[in-house]
């Protein structure tokens, strides 16, 4: 058995909505600071619904396939899923808000977590959500220091 975890961390950056954007759906750009995203897409976006080839790691492990693309909002939000849960399965969300002071974005990740029954959330929560908060905690101060590179 296994449960989901979700873990979400946030941070406001010093640039605007529109600015951070190709930093999320420019495949280079992504990995420049998402240290677990191997692949992501082929190119172009597809539309929402549409599959886009995705290679990524969360906490340790490693999936790879075609994931949905959730959501595609631009300059706003864009989610995707990859697997399906209890069978390796990732789902990814980044939230934009625009701000006084730049953007806050807000980046979540839900995974199966090891679990047996009846304790497989706490186990989950307890062993899982931890390492995910590090990796996405360290992606966003990433994020922050490629912003402030000169161009």
């Not at 449960?3 to 010093?14: I, N, R």
């Not at 976006?45 to 995705?54: D, H, K, N």
């Not at 075609?66 to 989610?79: D, K, N």
């Not at 995707?80 to 974005?105: F, H, I, S, T």
Request: glycine share 10%; net charge neutral.
């Amino acid at each position: 058995m296994r449960a989901l975890v979700t873990v979400a961390e946030e941070a406001v950056l010093p640039v605007g909505a529109e600015a951070l954007w190709p930093y999320l759906v420019d495949e280079t750009r992504l990995r420049a600071w998402r240290d677990g995203v191997e692949q992501f897409g082929r190119g172009e976006l597809p539309a929402v619904g549409e599959t886009l080839f995705v290679a990524q790691r969360a906490v340790g492990r490693r999936l790879q396939g075609p994931a949905t693309l959730a959501q595609c909002e631009s300059a706003r939000a864009l989610s995707y899923e990859l697997g399906e849960p209890g069978d390796g399965y990732l789902a990814v969300r980044y939230d934009l808000w625009p701000q006084a002071n730049g953007c806050k974005l807000v980046v979540s990740e839900t995974v199966d977590a090891p679990g047996v029954p009846i304790i497989g959330p706490w186990l989950g929560h307890r062993w899982v959500a931890p390492r995910l908060r590090a990796e996405l905690t360290r992606d966003l101060a990433r994020l922050r220091q490629r912003l402030a590179e000169p161009a």
